[in-house]
């Protein structure tokens, strides 16, 4: 399910505050030094950081 258009424009990293991008359900922190990638559930994106994935 895609996320609502321009949702995403406002949304940030909660841990580094860059802007987020959609990849595979999945909001992926643009921060070079971050790199979150936050679960999207039922189209809501969880930004939580104890939620998050951490990069590889
Ligand atoms: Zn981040």
Excluded at 2 to 7: I, S, Y
Excluded at 17 to 34: R, S
Excluded at 36 to 44: E, H, N, S, T
Aim: with cysteine.
């Amino acid at each position: 399910m895609p996320l609502e258009a321009g949702l995403l424009e406002i949304l940030a990293c909660p841990a580094c505050h860059a802007p987020l991008k959609e990849a595979d359900a999945e909001l992926h922190c643009t921060g070079t030094d971050c790199g979150l990638a936050y679960p999207v559930r039922d189209g809501i994106p969880v930004l939580l950081v104890d939620e998050a994935r951490r990069p590889a």
